[in-house]
């Protein structure tokens, strides 16, 4: 999913910082909208995941039905609230009339094309749920293969196709996401057996919708909060400039892809804790979040060397315009050192979804983006500038790094005396031979 974002910014690089920087703007944008679905997702994989851990063979078909259903309404309410407001939003994050043709071209190719987006990514966490990881990862993978290929036929043109520019690289995102939803579907259908029929009843779909909302709507709410502070944090950085903003953007991109095996890592561990959560092992949780916190800041300490002898390269292939360049590249040397514990706010805040605490998930997000993110960012800018804003998102990661270590440790030891006083609606513990 990084991917999709890096190569599109990779080829949209080369027709200057101007588009490079409305590339930037769209960033938020479609990360809320992924981040949003995402979320939807995860209430789909609780909800299918301690569903398998309790043995509900029928439950779990039509609660993954009724998930993909539900995304398709999503995605038409998406796409007719987005191409009515990209004027006005984009504005808001700080569009300049120079930057504002590149954004409608953009958008008004992506956002007819949401579907293709949203409802691959339902499917993908459906087939984690069942503890497939694999799979999802080879239909992205593909995905991304297709949208390096289709880019830049489709923005500088080939053959009968001509130079769309910024159209073709949404246009190439677009027909690469069709692809992995049809795979997705055929996974589904044909090799899992989770499809029935899409139309159970009112009744019937009324009420999976609300069990699956009930768990995905916080989630997505909670999801969405990460990308809308960015947004905000976009709005700040292009008060410096249309070549500062650009080089946030392709730090960001850069900085997402590195981030990327953290959050496989989360998808891993979403199934484990879910299906461990519906049999009642709490302990196994507990023992498999210690792993992956140790996990985590041994990776973050990777990137953090890896960006500080290679950042100024990386972003050197994006683009070379001296502002872009030390922009992108103090980015990468600044925040990385605080990558260790966001990887670990990150595999927590989805743990606490899947142990159906989806408003401690949320509180941490708040915690995060509005709590520390854009105050210590805006802080920062007023004392040191650029430099500045870059420090304070280092300490906010540390910071709630920290407090989401303590916060999940918390749950885990509630969860665990709840069940120890019996068996309840959210916790049924069995012992291994039960298993």
């Not at 609230?81 to 954004?103: H, I, K, Q």
């Not at 073709?168 to 692809?179: D, K, M, Q």
Request: aromatic content about 8%; proline content about 5%; overall charge positive.
């Amino acid at each position: 999913m990084m991917a999709f974002s890096v190569v599109d910014t990779y080829f949209v690089s080369r027709l200057g910082t101007l588009a490079l920087a409305a590339m930037a703007l769209t960033f938020p944008v479609v990360m809320v909208i992924g981040t949003f679905t995402l979320g939807l997702g995860v209430g789909a994989m609780a909800v299918i995941s301690q569903g398998i851990g309790r043995g509900r063979t029928t439950d779990i078909r039509r609660s993954a039905t009724d998930a993909l259903t539900l995304a398709g309404v999503c995605a038409v309410v998406l796409t007719v609230a987005g191409t009515a407001s990209v004027e006005p939003l984009f504005r808001v994050l700080g569009a300049t009339d120079e930057m504002m043709p590149y954004v409608r071209q953009y958008m008004l190719v992506w956002y007819p094309g949401i579907v293709f987006y949203v409802v691959p990514i339902i499917g993908n966490n459906i087939i984690r749920a069942t503890g497939d990881t694999l799979t999802p990862s080879i239909v992205m993978v593909l995905g991304v293969i297709l949208n390096a290929i289709l880019d830049p036929i489709f923005i500088f043109g080939g053959g009968p196709i001509p130079a769309m520019g910024m159209a073709g690289a949404a246009l190439a995102t677009v027909l690469s996401r069709a692809v992995t939803l049809a795979l997705a579907l055929w996974v589904l259908a044909f090799r899992e057996q989770l499809l029935v029929s899409p139309w159970p009843g009112r009744r019937i779909l009324m009420a999976s919708w609300k069990d699956l909302l009930r768990l995905g709507l916080p989630v997505a709410v909670s999801n969405a909060i990460i990308p809308i502070a960015v947004g905000l944090l976009t709005r700040i950085v292009s008060d410096f400039g249309a070549g500062t903003l650009a080089g946030f953007g392709v730090a960001n991109r850069i900085e997402g892809f590195g981030m990327a095996m953290v959050y496989a890592v989360s998808s891993g561990v979403s199934p484990f804790v879910g299906q461990n959560f519906g049999a009642g092992r709490l302990d196994r949780i507990q023992r498999g979040l210690n792993m992956v916190r140790v996990f985590c800041l041994v990776w973050g300490g990777m990137l953090f060397v890896a960006f500080l002898i290679a950042g100024k390269p990386l972003a050197r292939c994006f683009n070379d315009e001296p502002t872009v360049l030390e922009a992108a590249t103090l980015y990468l040397w600044i925040v990385s050192v605080s990558l260790g514990l966001r990887s670990i706010h990150q595999v927590v805040w989805t743990s606490l979804n899947v142990l159906n605490r989806p408003y401690d998930a949320m509180a941490l997000e708040m915690l995060l983006a509005f709590g520390l993110w854009i105050p210590l960012a805006s802080l920062g800018a007023k004392v040191a500038q650029i430099k500045g804003l870059y420090i304070g998102l280092a300490l906010a990661n540390v910071l709630a790094g920290a407090a989401a270590c303590i916060w999940v440790d918390r749950v885990i030891r509630q969860r665990q005396n709840q069940c120890n006083r019996g068996p309840n609606d959210d916790v049924r513990p069995q012992t291994d031979e039960d298993l």
